[in-house]
């Protein structure tokens, strides 16, 4: 028996080693089967391909997959890969239960897919001939993805898993924009006219083409099989498709009914906070009221897009500074702030946050929506910032791509929503800290956006698990927020299209203060806001309760 522990400590290199090839093994395949993604990291090997969306090959990466995982569980525990390995076995488990779902078949909703391709050709680095040459082949390789696309919708389709008409209806003019503003010939507006041309030939030959049968396909065939309910509840396996996606996305095993009364507690307690920011306002009236004051009144918004994206940007610039007060480590690359394309602004969210390319050859990015600036009011920008661009999203997801020391797929795949938006919902709080609300309508905007993911609890698992109408959820989050009515309606009917996806940012929100509250608590005078924040973000994303255990393990040591 003396022996064991001995015999465990020699074996753990050997397994570690195995371990590590297993990781590097996998990281390959997912460039190669993700060739998209390999793009983004920088990788040029795939560059003149698409994801083989076909049958055959779905399959072979299921089985291999499934292989992987077998392999990870084959090999000894080694304690210094634990949470290498819990990371792991995490994603490669759900990549294969959301196979197993079904839910390839349902590869488009109003904000993410591929009516969307054009946008690939912003986040890739045009350096010389061949990444134009490569970006031709894709091109021209376009019609064979977007027809497996319509094979995968078709079998969706015969499976009654299909998405709701009230997202779908969205995105044949979202084709049309795309085809009258031609996004896809943007990158050679500096070639020379010989290569100009012959995009522009591939573009109307190929890729206009296929779009147009998507169109097609949608408005006449996808479109009248579709729900005219809003949930997923109407799926054949809608309750257990909603229970993976609410385990999946929160990292917990939280249930539907529990996250509700978790949102239905959090939209109380905000709403009593907003009642005495309100009143340091000097406003008399009551809470509705001032939330159309704050909807309608002129001196809230800038006249102008132009006007409105200086804002973002100064906004930005204000931050940056006083981050040193909060962290002891930030990340080396930069981020910029740029407008959200205008063919997609329509559609889509207030802002969102580009990640960095993974060979540093693109820097992160703060898109923000210039789309009816009268509707973009100036008292939610400096928390949208905070969550977005620094010490949220960018921030976070640059951090976790300069962790030299941990496995690429953690470094640049990992992306648990819980943890991940979770983060950037509470940099959003840390406003107060750093000294960037100091005025009372800056304050109700956190408060605004802190009820926005507070209301997304109640919502989502209202539509989804409730069987609550699409007004249903439009009325009560108009009534707890003073967001736009084209802002809220753009929410609801991205929850509609995402399901579960809105319910990882309170949720991992409330973990992370609930871990700084033990902290501060455990360590007392020696707690340092600083190392905790260095702790939180050297895990890069991972499970809230591999989160959970890290922070654990910094508070009781020494």
Same mark, same amino acid.
């Given at each position: ?51 083989? *969306? ?5 399959? !072979? +990466?299921?089985? =291999?997959?499934?292989?992987? #995982? &077998? /392999? $990870? @569980?084959?090999? %000894? ?42 946008? *690939? ?5 045009? !350096? +010389?001939?061949? =990444?134009?040459?490569?970006? #031709? &082949? /894709? $091109? @021209?390789?376009? %019609? ?415």
């Amino acid at each position: 028996m003396r022996l064991a522990p001995l015999v465990f400590a020699l074996a753990w290199p050997l397994a570690a080693q195995k371990l590590e090839k297993l990781f590097e093994q996998e990281w390959e395949r997912s460039l190669r089967i993700s060739p998209i993604f390999a793009s983004t990291m920088g990788e040029r090997r795939y560059a003149q391909r698409w994801p083989d *969306l076909s049958p055959a090959a779905l399959e !072979r +990466d299921y089985k =291999d997959t499934k292989a992987a #995982l &077998a /392999r $990870l @569980r084959s090999l %000894p525990a080694v304690p210094a890969e634990a949470v290498n390995r819990a990371v792991f076995e995490r994603m490669l488990s759900e990549q294969l239960e959301e196979y197993e779902l079904g839910w390839r078949f349902v590869p488009i909703n109003m904000r993410d897919g591929i009516q969307n391709t054009a946008e *690939l050709a912003n986040l890739l680095p045009f !350096r +010389d001939e061949r =990444d134009y040459r490569d970006w #031709l &082949a /894709r $091109l @021209r390789a376009f %019609p064979v993805y977007l027809d497996q696309t319509i094979v995968l919708m078709r079998e969706g389709m015969r499976r009654k898993l299909v998405q709701p008409k009230i997202v779908m209806q969205r995105v044949p003019g979202q084709i049309e924009r795309q085809l009258r503003s031609n996004p896809f010939l943007v990158p050679f507006a500096s070639q020379p006219p010989v290569l100009r041309n012959e995009a522009k030939l591939v573009i109307e030959t190929a890729v206009f083409p296929a779009l147009r049968r998507l169109q097609h396909f949608l408005e006449t065939e996808y479109l009248p099989a579709c729900y005219d309910g809003a949930g997923i509840w109407q799926a054949p396996e809608g309750a257990r498709l909603y229970a993976y996606f609410a385990r999946s996305f929160t990292t917990t095993g939280l249930t539907p009914d529990e996250i509700h009364e978790i949102g239905l507690g959090e939209v109380a307690r905000i709403r009593d906070e907003m009642h005495g920011v309100m009143r340091k306002t000097g406003y008399s009236g009551t809470l509705p009221e001032f939330f159309h004051h704050l909807r309608t009144d002129s001196r809230f918004f800038y006249p102008s897009s132009a006007e409105l994206l200086a804002g973002y940007r100064a906004v930005a610039k204000r931050i940056d500074p006083t981050l040193v007060k909060l962290f002891g480590k930030l990340p080396r690359m930069p981020y910029g702030v740029e407008p959200i394309p205008a063919e997609i602004a329509p559609d889509t969210t207030a802002a969102y946050y580009q990640p960095p390319a993974g060979d540093g050859s693109r820097a992160g990015m703060y898109h923000v929506n210039l789309y009816k600036p009268e509707l973009r009011p100036k008292w939610e920008m400096m928390a949208l910032s905070l969550h977005e661009a620094v010490p949220g999203h960018h921030t976070q997801i640059a951090y976790a791509q300069e962790l030299g020391e941990v496995p690429k797929f953690r470094r640049f795949q990992a992306s648990f929503t819980a943890y991940v938006e979770g983060w950037a919902l509470y940099a959003e709080s840390l406003g107060d800290e750093l000294g960037l609300y100091d005025d009372p309508y800056a304050k109700f905007g956190q408060l605004t956006y802190e009820m926005w993911r507070a209301v997304r609890l109640v919502v989502d698992t209202g539509i989804h698990h409730k069987r609550w109408t699409r007004q249903q959820a439009i009325d009560y989050f108009l009534a707890n927020a003073p967001r736009s009515e084209l802002d809220v309606t753009n929410e609801i009917d991205r929850y509609i299209g995402w399901p579960g996806q809105a319910l990882g940012y309170k949720i991992g929100e409330l973990k992370i203060k609930a871990l700084r509250r033990r902290a501060e608590a455990k360590r007392g005078a020696r707690f340092e806001v600083r190392a905790f924040h260095d702790v939180v973000l050297s895990t890069g994303a991972v499970p809230l309760d591999v989160l959970e255990k890290r922070v654990e393990e910094w508070m009781n040591a020494n």
